[in-house]
């Protein structure tokens, strides 16, 4: 299903050929990512955005899910201008029934609650558009918790027989109080005990755009503001929010394309 890509320089096209881009990890498929290096000082734009490259000339780009086929990403360093051309795999997603969800929470009509909707989804935003400088991204990923896959990224969910959005992060089943740790380091900008949807959830910058959610939590163990370390406690499994049942689900966002969490770990056969 991946095309896993390291060390890897791309030939691209350019009026003058700039420095190579090198590939130091990439999943070039739908809601996958592409770290890469380029000469330090380089310009790089990606979707019409400008990416942040660090000291180093790193950078991450990602891929939402249903992205299309091919994107093109610019670099300009020192007058000349590089076109890479990414092929971008297509995925086929889950289609997942959930049933037994209190009718309010599939189809909410109060204005009351809806104003609710409203407020989460501003904090949730104002939150993922801190964009700070920091690399822990370039951390690899460890699994936030322990437990059963039970929710997939990408799926279809048919909730109470309605279909609604897609799913776009990985559920961990297991038990009320299980432990949730950062599964990389970065600084907390969302701990809030309970959203419409989410419940108690928490949001971790992990720097250059890059972001991971927790949702359904039972207990937050952080602040906003403060600094975490990889496997440090952030939270416990719950079922708040809309929620059958005790679950982690947890989230990764490049910006606004929302990426699959477990293209960002290596789990053990």
């Given at each position: ?42 310009n ?21 899910r ?34 037994g969800?209190?009718?309010q ?25 801190i ?14 918790a322990?437990?059963?896959i ?38 907390v ?22 972001s ?29 929010g ?6 982690l ?5 490049w ?10 770990i290596?789990?053990?056969?």
């Amino acid at each position: 299903m991946l095309v896993l890509l390291s060390s890897v320089s791309l030939g691209g096209t350019a009026k003058e050929q700039s420095s190579p881009l090198i590939v130091e990890r990439a999943a070039l498929t739908q809601g996958g990512f592409l770290i890469g290096r380029v000469t330090p000082g380089s310009n790089v734009t990606f979707l019409q955005r400008t990416v942040k490259v660090d000291a180093n000339g790193r950078f991450i780009i990602g891929f939402g899910r249903d992205f299309p086929a091919s994107a093109k990403l610019t670099i300009t360093a020192q007058g000349q201008t590089r076109v890479e051309e990414l092929s971008i795999k297509k995925r086929d997603y889950r289609i997942e029934r959930i049933d037994g969800l209190p009718p309010q929470k599939v189809n909410p009509r109060s204005e009351a609650v809806l104003q609710r909707i409203a407020r989460d989804a501003k904090l949730i935003r104002e939150a993922r558009g801190i964009v700070s400088e920091a690399t822990d991204y370039l951390q690899p990923f460890v699994v936030p918790a322990q437990g059963r896959i039970s929710g997939y990224y990408g799926s279809q969910r048919v909730l109470n027989g309605e279909p609604k959005r897609p799913h776009f992060g990985e559920d961990i089943a297991g038990p009320i109080g299980t432990p949730v740790t950062a599964p990389a380091a970065g600084v907390v900008r969302l701990a809030d005990p309970d959203m419409f949807y989410s419940g108690a959830t928490i949001i971790i910058d992990h720097g250059m755009g890059v972001s991971s959610t927790y949702l359904h939590l039972h207990k937050l163990h952080v602040k906003v503001g403060q600094k975490v370390a990889q496997g440090e406690l952030i939270g416990e499994i719950g079922k708040s929010g809309r929620a059958t049942g005790p679950h982690l689900d947890w989230r990764i966002n490049w910006y606004d394309q929302r990426l699959d969490p477990a293209l960002f770990i290596n789990r053990k056969p």
